[in-house]
């Protein structure tokens, strides 16, 4: 019994030690959005359901090893113990309840953050297209007509509304501190729902290998702290002397590049999200 002790001691001390210190690099489970609330919460009820059948489990695993061994001769062996109905009851019960309650709370988590579902607000949602370009995310404001690469910026506490695809292959746009990712697909028009509660800078990437430079495929979501910064932003880029005006350019800008910088454009084509779509939507 003092080996299970010991056994069990540095198992406990392991799985304490590891939630601690891992949890505090794991940035989903550090969400500055009321999307990335709702999916952490999630993530903790199942993880918590699961550990009800898994720690059991495991516990029973190392208290049968050792008490059951073969050099132990001072326990009975009963080898024709069966039909124990109160045992079978138990361990086929609390699963069955687990998965009916894992089952209901991801039905209803799925309709509830549906990407596509806009967030409901007294503000007007912001709309930010986004291309996936090799290898690096051209930012299209249509409203304020403005473009960037890899950075975006937007008020804490207003919808974004982001209308995603990609000029070449697959990638995903994920902001993990915001919630849900969704792909970027040529072709393709794809919607997805966010919104920052707290201000910061947040880390973008993309979460689907998509060729050499995908390491560097990353950007900047940076939530001001109010309607006001954001507007001081946008009139900075009205300053750039680039612009993204014509398809000729947007082509050489689209060429496949590494660790591409920030970029600014203060115009940008009318319709060119449209355009990149078109490009593949009607091809054959």
């Known amino acids: 019994m003092r080996l299970l002790k010991t056994v069990s001691i540095i198992i406990f ?3 304490i030690n590891t939630l601690l210190t891992g949890c505090n690099n794991i940035i989903l489970m550090h969400p500055k959005g009321n999307v990335g609330l709702q999916e952490r919460s999630l993530i903790l009820i199942a993880l918590t359901l699961m550990l009800i059948v898994v720690i059991p489990a495991i516990t029973m695993t190392i ?20 039909n124990n109905h109160k045992i079978e009851i138990t361990i086929w019960s ?23 579902k806009k967030i409901t607000s007294t503000l007007d949602p912001i709309t930010i297209q986004v291309i996936a370009l090799d290898w690096k995310w051209l930012f299209i404001y249509p409203k304020e007509n403005i473009a960037t690469i890899n950075e975006i910026v937007f008020p804490i506490n207003t919808p974004l509304q982001f209308n995603i695809t990609s000029n070449s292959v697959m990638n995903a746009f994920f902001i993990p501190q915001l ?5 970027a697909m040529a072709g393709m028009h794809t ?7 707290q201000p910061g800078i947040y880390k973008g990437i993309s979460s689907n290998f998509s060729g050499y430079g995908f390491s560097g495929m990353k950007f900047n979501a940076i939530a001001t702290k109010n309607i006001e910064e954001f507007k001081e932003w946008v009139q900075m880029i009205h300053l750039s002397h680039k612009k993204l005006n014509n398809m000729e350019f947007y082509e050489k800008l689209a060429r496949p590049t590494e660790n591409h910088p920030v970029e600014y454009f203060s115009e940008v084509k009318v319709n060119l ?7 593949f939507a009607h091809s054959t």
């Open 179 to 183: 919630g849900s990712q969704i792909y």
């Open 191 to 197: 919607i997805l729902h966010l919104i920052a509660n």
């Open 94 to 116: 609390i699963p069955i309840i687990i998965i009916t309650i894992l089952a209901t709370l991801t039905w209803k988590s799925t309709h509830t953050l549906d990407p596509q």
């Open 63 to 82: 208290i049968f090893a050792v008490k059951y061994r073969s050099s132990n001769t001072h326990n009975n062996y009963n080898p024709n113990w069966t």
């Open 273 to 279: 999200f449209n355009d990149v779509i078109n490009k």
């Open 13 to 15: 001390y392991f799985v």
